[in-house]
């Protein structure tokens, strides 16, 4: 009975979408990122709706929840599929939402102080998560392949695909805490940081997006990836890190302004 459960509970994760989804580790060094940008005003609201939690302790709940079936509703928030040569404007929506209207959602839920704390909790968590999946590039991705998980790797000799190689592989066997990484990504300046949070959710897809199409022809279905794939774009993930967190900083001083 146990295992039937527990394979229950595996297929129930696997049918969310575009699974799986940036490692743990890697959401939490968004979130230890964007702690250290928030403003006074915001990181005291925060405090105060989180009991004092901190964003990376909170920053893997919507994946956490994709077991249980109350939340199925939202598992088209986590990603958005835009073909080649398209911009988000032009192209028919997800019924059942996606990343982008998801994004929107929760932002609009936080915001309203007159709202229920308990539905502003909720919505800030997803929120978190949520900046964090749009910054890993597969997340938009192309339908067909299901934002590269269709796509057939190994690494290091274990089989894994295209999607996953950027979820998880490279940021868990770089082998370091959220903090150690958080703290070892290339500093950058104010003006570097400014420009970074420039813009707003549909510029950040197109970005990623644009990304996506470089990754999508940086391999081959089958192919063996070891260390020199990681060496040639382990700057695009510490980017894409970096960006996460200073935007959703950005996200959260501008609602808790």
Known sequence: MKNIVLLILLASQMSFGNAPFWSKTGHRVIGEIAQNELSGKAKRAIAKLLDGKSL???????????ADSRYREFSAWHYVNIPPGKDYKDIEHNTYGDLVTG???????????????????????????LVGDLHQPMHVGRVEDKGGNDIQVQWFGRGSNLHRVWDSNMI??????????ANSLPELDKNARKKIQE???????????????????????GEKL??????VWWGTVESQLNKGGLRLAKVLNDLFK
């Open 56 to 66: 990376s302790s909170i920053s893997n709940f919507a994946d956490e929840i994709k």
């Open 226 to 231: 070891a260390y020199r794939y990681s060496y």
């Open 172 to 181: 868990d066997d770089y082998g370091l805490s959220f903090s150690e990484l």
């Open 199 to 221: 813009g707003e959710v549909l510029d950040w897809v197109k970005e990623s997006q644009e990304i996506a199409d470089k990754l999508y022809d940086s391999v081959e279905n």
């Open 103 to 129: 994004i929107r959602k929760c932002i609009e839920i936080v915001k309203d102080g007159k709202n229920p704390k308990e539905d502003r909790v909720f919505y800030l968590k997803m929120l978190v998560h």
